[in-house]
């Protein structure tokens, strides 16, 4: 989880460095404005752990059906030869 951002000590450490209060406040609430505003889109560890398990799943289960498809057509092969020597 991303941590939240701290306006107030924000706000202090614009006006230390020599801007005014009004303005300070309102640049710390516009970026904790925008860092809130885009915190959905992102893609977290978890996120992406679970993206990882479901894609290796669809992997094994494609190669599965691959599988499945070969022994099947070497099977009707098989007995396609069996009935017509």
Do not use: I, N
Not at 21 to 41: D, I, T
Not at 48 to 72: I, N, P, T
């Amino acid at each position: 989880m991303a941590a939240a951002f701290d306006t107030l000590t924000a706000a202090r450490r614009m006006e230390e460095a020599g801007m005014k209060c009004e303005q300070a406040e309102a640049v710390a609430e516009a970026v904790r404005s925008a860092a809130e505003s885009g915190r959905g889109e992102l893609a977290t560890k978890a996120d992406l752990a679970e993206l990882k398990v479901d894609l290796v799943d669809r992997m094994q289960s494609g190669e599965r059906r691959m599988y499945a498809a070969v022994f099947g057509v070497g099977g009707l092969l098989f007995a396609a030869l069996k009935l017509f020597p």
